[in-house]
């Protein structure tokens, strides 16, 4: 056995001593994209823009990774697998900023740009962020559902503790209905982000607020299932959430959902690519902090948002 | 003319088949993934070898205590939540009490600890499976560190000096420091001691065991203690050079750190182990997730690639098991 040992570690030096055979091939640009995890499905529309972009500008390959889970070490495990790679840009949804800021910083030490979409890490000296302003997407959540309810009534909010980016779409929604003294907020489930543990919640929440007049989720757990919504009775209690991805309009058109807050999912891979192509020019970016907006979507601009997602899935440039 | 298929004549060694197989697969993705474009490997370099050895450090800690407790003819389902509540517990006393690091960590430790030895007492006073009296446990720590966070995380990299450096040794270097220590140590206990040979007889045959004069409930409490602190020293690990406490750090690692002790050599079925193997079969996981980032749609592919490999090793030994007893005249 000990021969055999020997014999393959004399057979890995050999590997990783000598040269790669194969003819060069041109030097194309490596950007790595780090989605929070690869099971999320709003990120595959990043991925696709992120692509689509890369090859809209030419010379560049997307090299998409990321957990297989929202496990915070392997995120962090595989932002420095890149950095050792030497990749030419990193663009990274942060499941948990400051655990990754010292490697962004590593990475951006070493000459290697990184940009954070969606979840950013403030602390790190990452060269941009694109994605919402959280917390005027949360005064935008709260005031549509204080609209929605005419400035009066109970409402739950759902949230998952521990993330900075819903933390502060919470504060924007508490603040926004803090301005209708007629709104009483009853009480915040935290849903651990399951989305299977949402049904439970607003199951359980309806049965012991039976006179709610609304829920407001600064997630999209609620509309990523098309039955966690059956037990309220949406005639009388209003819905509002984040995220707009399928199934969510449907649930917009079949009444169970009033109003959604959109983010720009396609521009998340697509702007990503613009800014690490910019920085690798050399550019010099004024703004590190590139606000996206958001989309408001109810039943009377349904068709509209979804004609205009059609264009984008089809390579629309957002 | 025998007409029986004969096998090649080898026997899997515990420890040193995992060092086949960890060198195998280092050579085959250095030859797989040799860059074409005049770049440097972007595998086989040693700053990727040493995030495999930092990233591997935990799971290695709890493999070492995986091989105690499944060649003793246990299992222990809970050193993911102990990792977690280390850390949780380290977080807490640095940040929010204010207690030095020493303090800390060696409270950390204690608290680890007293989680092994709490499944240990389910085993061996009430009898619970330990399956069953793990689950238990696991249970219990990852809980109790839900209810100290309250959802929040305890930020230690601002509590610490940018560098510290513990003893006076850098920080990136524990990792690698504590696994080498602790393989040594309970390789030596296990294979140079009479505890060690204990340990084996107890997962072997218990009766058999009780019957030569081994203390089967203290070699059993013996080996969930050190599980214990085996998971304990990973959390603390994660809490200082990670830089975070977090309660739900570790997360299902559980798994892994059992995946890795079989794949090192011990046997489910008690009675064989090897620490040096579980540290093997741990680097094999480690390789292998930091590899196959680089693949496209590896990440999807790692949880099958590891079934596989356990698999395989599994069935490799069953087979070299029964030639060797069949050469022996077992029928």
Redesign the interface.
């Known amino acids: 056995?000990?021969c055999?040992?020997a014999a393959?570690?004399c057979?890995?030096l050999w590997?990783?001593g000598c040269q790669?055979?194969?003819?060069?091939?041109?030097?194309?640009l490596r950007f790595a994209f780090i989605p929070k995890a690869?099971h999320i499905p709003v990120f595959q529309y990043a991925r696709v823009a992120a692509e689509q972009e890369a090859k809209r500008i030419g010379g560049i390959e997307i090299?998409?990774?990321?957990?297989?889970?929202t496990?915070?070490?392997?995120q962090?495990?595989?932002l420095?697998?890149?950095i050792?790679?030497?990749v030419d840009g990193i663009a990274i949804s942060c499941l948990?900023g400051?655990?990754l800021?010292?490697a962004i910083d590593r990475a951006v030490d070493a000459g290697i740009p990184v940009v954070t979409w969606d979840s950013d890490a403030p602390k790190s000296r990452r060269l941009a962020f694109y994605g919402v302003n959280d917390f005027e997407a949360g005064k935008a959540l709260g005031e549509g559902l204080a609209r929605l309810l005419g400035g009066k009534g109970k409402v739950a909010l759902i949230t998952a503790?521990?993330a900075d980016n819903l933390q502060k779409r919470l504060d924007g929604a508490r603040l926004a209905l803090r301005q209708y003294p007629g709104i009483e907020v009853v009480e915040v489930f935290?849903i651990r982000d399951d989305a299977v543990r949402v049904s439970e919640v607003i199951a359980t929440g309806t049965q012991r607020y039976p006179d709610l007049n609304g829920w407001l989720s600064v997630g999209g757990w609620p509309v990523f299932l098309r039955n966690a919504l059956d037990p309220v009775d949406t005639t009388r209690t209003k819905v509002v959430a984040f995220d707009t991805i399928p199934p969510a309009p449907d649930l917009v058109r079949a009444g169970k959902v009033h109003l959604l807050i959109g983010q720009k999912y396609f521009g998340w891979g697509a702007e990503s690519v613009r800014l690490l192509h910019r920085l690798r020019q050399g550019e010099r970016l004024e703004q590190p902090l590139q606000y996206s907006g958001i989309d408001v979507v109810t039943a009377e601009n349904l068709d509209a948002y979804l004609e205009q997602w059609r264009q984008w899935e089809q390579g629309a440039q957002h | 003319m025998n007409s029986r298929l004969s096998l090649p004549r080898f026997r899997l060694v515990p420890g040193w088949s995992a060092a086949v197989l960890l060198l195998g697969e280092v050579v085959l993705f250095s030859w797989l993934l040799a860059p074409t474009d005049g770049r440097p490997h972007s595998f086989a370099n040693l700053e990727n070898f040493a995030l495999v050895l930092k990233y591997s450090a935990v799971f290695s800690l709890g493999a070492i205590g995986a091989a105690l407790i499944i060649g003793s003819g246990g299992i222990d389902l809970a050193p993911g939540a102990v990792m977690a509540l280390a850390s949780v517990v380290a977080g807490h006393l640095l940040t929010d009490a204010a207690w030095g690091w020493t303090t800390a960590a060696l409270a950390s430790l204690a608290i680890g600890t007293a989680c092994g030895g709490l499944a240990a007492l389910l085993i061996t006073v009430l009898e619970l499976p330990p399956f069953v009296a793990t689950l238990g446990t696991m249970g219990l720590a990852r809980g109790s560190a839900f209810l100290i966070t309250e959802g929040r995380f305890y930020d230690l990299s601002a509590h610490l000096p940018r560098d510290f450096a513990p003893l006076g040794i850098p920080l990136p270097w524990w990792p690698g420091l504590l696994v080498l220590s602790s393989t040594l140590v309970f390789h030596l206990l296990l294979t140079q001691t009479a505890l060690g040979r204990h340990i084996l007889a107890v997962g072997s045959n218990p009766l058999a065991a009780r019957y030569a004069g081994v203390h089967v409930g203290r070699v059993q409490a013996f080996v969930y203690l050190c599980g214990g602190f085996l998971a304990a020293l990973g959390g603390v690990l994660l809490a200082f050079v990670q830089g975070q406490g977090k309660a739900d750090l570790a997360l299902g690692y559980e798994l892994d750190i059992i995946a890795a002790a079989v794949i090192g050599g011990a046997s489910l079925s008690g009675g064989r182990a090897s620490v040096v193997g579980a540290v093997f079969g741990a680097l094999i996981f480690g390789v292998l997730r930091n590899a196959l980032t680089q693949f496209p749609g590896g990440t999807f592919a790692d949880r099958l690639v590891l079934g596989i490999a356990v698999l395989v090793v599994v069935v490799l030994d069953r087979v070299a098991t029964r030639k060797t007893l069949l050469d022996r005249g077992h029928p």
């Open positions: 056995m000990r055999w040992v393959l570690a057979v890995a590997t990783l790669p055979p194969g003819e060069k091939e041109a030097r194309q690869l090299l998409w990774r990321g957990p297989e889970t496990d915070e070490l392997r962090k495990e595989i420095e697998a890149f050792a790679q030497r948990n400051d655990l800021t010292d503790l521990g935290d």
